[in-house]
């Protein structure tokens, strides 16, 4: 399969700028008080993210006949999910990083404690937000009530929350590939798989599309993740956003840390291989998802 990646970065700039002009109708509201908490959750949204998240719920809604607008609560729900992650992952307490995509962290510029609750107010205002797709033309109430359940599910104790405790409790220690795997599909995995679902289940797809897109996702999270520990190698700064070798700082487990480059790099092209078989059964309507996994072989941040 040929990949364009001039005219596929084309497609993913439109996209987040869709995303962002509903994250912007969402979040910037001037009467908001107190006003320093809605700085922070704006200073921690608009950070220069690629949103893959809530693109991936409305590629999912779009591939069940759905459209993007009809999701975008729950879609910007999830970034607003995904971005108190890093908030609280930049924490002294966690990561202790100083940047986060070229930016002062949110401690940095706000504070430890008022970014432990910037952090809290997001993941607050996004299960508000999620409610709103409730209200939207064409989608079915307990579809949403199964999506939030399965988006809380996914982002807690048992999915990301999860994953990041046992990337804490790790640190310093050997750790093998299946338990690196399974680190990494709770911490990473488990918001890109839900995303996903969630665009497609409001939008009633079938079970066999449905097992298509969670096997993409699962895939996809791995080679993302991949890639990524890749990137914290041998990346470049100045895209990045932030100094390399946080992971080896850090003293964590990763992919080439574990296999070496060469190996890693083999892992992260069979789990785009596989990403795209899983879609075989999808028409043109799934290109988009087709070439966001090979997207993951040449970012480069």
């Avoid at 952090?119 to 209200?135: I, S």
């Avoid at 109430?141 to 359940?149: D, F, H, P």
């Avoid at 059964?281 to 290109?287: M, P, R």
Wanted: aromatic share 8%; with cysteine.
């Amino acid at each position: 399969m040929t990949f364009a990646l001039d005219k596929f970065t084309e497609q993913i700039k439109s996209r987040k700028q869709f995303v962002d002009s509903c994250l912007d109708e969402y979040l910037h509201q001037v009467d908001a008080f107190p006003p320093l908490i809605h700085e922070a959750m704006c200073y921690a949204v608009f950070n220069g993210g690629k949103r893959l998240r809530p693109i991936m719920v409305m590629e999912g809604a779009i591939i069940a006949g759905g459209t993007r607008e009809s999701v975008a609560p729950v879609a910007c729900a999830l970034e607003m999910i995904h971005s108190y992650s890093l908030v609280h992952d930049d924490l002294p307490a966690m990561d202790n990083d100083d940047f986060r995509r070229g930016k002062p962290t949110c401690h940095k510029v706000y504070g430890e404690a008022n970014a432990i609750l910037t952090g809290d107010a997001l993941l607050t205002a996004a299960f508000e937000l999620m409610t709103r797709n409730a209200d939207i033309n064409g989608i079915n109430t307990k579809l949403v009530l199964k999506v939030i359940q399965e988006i809380a599910s996914a982002a807690g104790s048992r999915g990301m929350v999860g994953g990041q405790v046992i990337d804490l409790v790790s640190e310093g220690k050997n750790i093998d590939f299946a338990s690196l795997k399974a680190l990494h599909s709770l911490k990473t995995g488990e918001l890109f798989r839900v995303s996903l679902r969630a665009g497609a289940i409001l939008h009633n797809i079938d079970e066999k599309g449905l097992q298509a897109l969670e096997k993409y996702a699962r895939h996809f999270g791995l080679a993302f993740q991949i890639t990524d520990d890749i990137l914290d190698v041998k990346g470049n700064p100045e895209f990045l956003g932030k100094p390399i070798g946080s992971d080896a700082k850090n003293h964590k487990t990763t992919y080439p840390g574990l296999f070496g480059l060469e190996k890693a790099w083999q892992l992260a092209q069979e789990n785009v291989n596989t990403c795209i078989e899983s879609l075989d059964g999808l028409g043109t309507e799934a290109d988009f998802l087709r070439d966001l996994a090979l997207f993951t072989l040449h970012r480069n941040s």
